[in-house]
């Protein structure tokens, strides 16, 4: 069993940053896949980025070059520093890990609201 627990998220201004942070607790042997996933109503949840065990990243395609994603394997913990926020940024960002997978997946956060308001 594996928990997320996500912080950081809140309202900011166009052109502003948040930084969202995600630690795993539970049983677990390790965690390959760490990364962020994002829903707005009445839209299908995207990708925003994931981060291998390796190194290996991919960010979606809105957020290339404003998001950086990185990881504390020690602490089980990522984070993902969002700059030049947009208003189509706005929605629940969700944390979630892979045991195995690349693109994370087998388990998720409750989510955190990011709200940029113009």
Same mark, same amino acid.
């Given at each position: ?57 991919? *960010? ?32 629940? *960002? *969700? ?11 087998? *388990? ?11």
């Amino acid at each position: 069993q594996v928990q997320l627990v996500e912080s950081g998220g809140g309202l900011v201004q166009p052109g502003g940053s948040l930084r969202l942070s995600c630690t795993a607790s539970g049983s677990m042997f390790s965690i390959k896949t760490m990364g962020w996933y994002r829903q707005a109503p009445g839209k299908q949840r995207e990708l925003v980025a994931i981060l291998t065990s390796g190194g290996i990243t991919d *960010y979606g395609d809105s957020v290339e070059g404003r998001f950086t994603i990185s990881r504390d394997n020690a602490k089980k913990t990522v984070y993902l520093q969002m700059n030049s926020l947009k208003p189509e940024d706005t929605a629940v *960002y *969700y944390c979630s890990v892979a045991v195995m997978g690349d693109y994370a997946g087998d *388990y998720w956060g409750q989510g955190t609201q990011v709200t940029v308001s113009s």
